[in-house]
């Protein structure tokens, strides 16, 4: 009876060892499951912060009134040498078109530096100055006019002050050279044969104040709306001579105008 017993035991256990080993055969055949493989993208290139730039600008000037004046007091007999009577009163010049180029560098979102040229077409000026003899005794005529033209080249440095939604403001200073020039003078004093003065160039110091936003229109392309005040310096006429051994010339002082201004700027990088 113990050896049945013994024997059933021993059939049992060889049963189970044989179950157990045919279901790790099969798991063996079963594929393994591994976790999903996430590929992680490729990191995106940072956008260019610096690089170089072109721009363009065209604008309208309202020029402040010149202070106009006789170069020479002793002209005409010293008819101005007394009273101030060099000086003209009630100046005035109209505004003109501006159309500029220039080339820069962005350095960050906050630092950027350009070289400008603009060109500034012929603005009318016209005063009254004191006329004792040719045209009446202690009057002033509005018979003082000329047109003057100018040229800027400044360097420029700005100041970007953040991006409010695509928007970026920003402020900045230029200092540089101008040259002006006169033409179509018409004056009182004329040579002792007859003509006005010729016009006559000047090159001056030349210095601005920029304001203004700039509003992208794409990677490369972006618009610039802006203002700028600008100091251009002075301008004169060519002299000519009263027949009395006494010369002279047409001076304007203090040339300066406040700018609107429209322009495009194209990043090359």
Known sequence: MRSLT????????????????????RAADMPVEY?????APEPMPLPAIGGWYLRGDIGYKYYQAPKGSVGNVNFGGGQY????????IKEKMLGAADFGVGAGYKFNDYLRTDLTL????????????????????????????????AWSALANVYADLGN????VPYVGAGAGASYLRTSSVETSNKDASGPNPKGDGKWNFAWALMAGVEYPINDQLSLDLGY???NLGDARTGYVDDGAGNSTHMNYKDITAHEVRVGLRYYLN
């Open 118 to 149: 603009d060109y500034e077409t012929p603005a009318k000026f016209r005063g009254s100055l004191w006329c004792q003899t040719s045209c009446g005794s202690g009057n002033y005529y509005d018979t003082e006019r000329v047109k003057i033209s």
């Open 81 to 88: 040498a007394t009273g101030g009577h060099d000086q003209m």
């Open 6 to 25: 013994t024997n059933l035991s021993l059939a049992m256990a060889a049963t189970f060892g044989l179950a157990a080993l045919s279901g790790a055969v």
């Open 35 to 39: 976790p999903p493989i996430i590929e």
């Open 228 to 230: 700028r005040y600008l």
């Open 164 to 167: 409010f939604h695509g928007i």
